[in-house]
């Protein structure tokens, strides 16, 4: 069997998530469907780096599986593109050792979440990002920003839901910048908890409207308590953009 790698994009407003789920639409259950087919019925199953929930978009996902098949990386890429609907794309293959993981060997982890600031609502724009008319004091955020980078514990950023016991990561970077209307947040780190980045951006929208303080920060970390941090930001604005991994792989 050899192992291969992809990186993928999909525009995720038509999924129930990345992850296999029955009677639902799902990027997984898209990208088998198209591996069986290539590999007459056979089922293959496919891992990612990571989930993305209905409606989060990816610009660089990546996946890995096994095949009893030599093809030449690209025919991969050519072969389920042709196979896949018009909502994902294969960027790129790759033949990989076979102990590559594409969810235990990522190095790291980068998303974007972008913010449409225009006054009114745009219908083409709706599926891809989170209207947010207001007004944003950056000098609040960025100050909010300054307590978030670091190693912690973000039980208070964490859905309440999930069933990850050490919440303790690491955010190396978190920055944000204008696009035109747009106002884009980008956050690098070692990995993300269960609605973590769309928690963390609902919040620091929060602190830049004035409805909390930046120094109130520390304070949400140390109390572990989700009902403390803002609201959960809606999905349609994140994308997971890179994956990054060991050795470079």
């Known amino acids: 069997m050899q192992r291969y790698k992809c990186t993928i994009t999909y525009d995720g407003s038509l999924f129930a998530g990345y992850q296999v789920q029955p009677d639902k639409r799902t990027v997984q ?65 790759s033949v990989a050792s076979t102990d590559f993981h594409a969810r235990f060997d990522t190095d790291g982890k980068e998303y974007r979440y972008f913010v449409n600031r225009s006054h009114q609502k745009d219908p083409f724009r709706r599926n891809y990002t989170h209207h947010f008319p207001y007004d944003l004091n950056e000098t609040s955020i960025r100050k909010a920003i300054s307590y978030l980078v670091g190693t912690h514990d973000f039980s208070s950023f964490c859905a309440a839901n999930t069933d990850v016991k050490d919440k303790v990561r690491t955010l190396h970077e978190i920055d944000f910048y204008e696009e035109g209307d747009m106002f884009v947040f980008r956050f690098r780190g070692t990995g993300f908890l269960y609605n973590m ?34 609201k959960t930001a809606p999905a349609q604005g994140l994308y997971l953009w890179e994956v990054h991994y060991r050795d470079g792989n």
């Open 29 to 93: 259950s898209e990208l088998e469907k198209a591996l069986a087919k290539m590999h007459k019925g056979k089922n293959v199953k496919v891992t990612a780096s990571g989930r993305t929930d209905a409606g989060v978009h990816a610009k660089g996902q990546v996946i890995h599986f096994d095949s009893p098949y030599t093809f030449p990386a690209e025919k991969w890429e050519r072969g389920l593109n042709a196979l896949l609907p018009d909502d994902i794309v294969v960027l790129h293959s």
């Open 197 to 230: 980045v769309r928690i963390l951006v609902g919040t620091l929208l929060e602190v830049g409207n004035g409805k909390r303080k930046a120094e109130e920060m520390p304070m949400i970390l140390e109390k572990r308590d989700r009902g403390l941090a803002g």
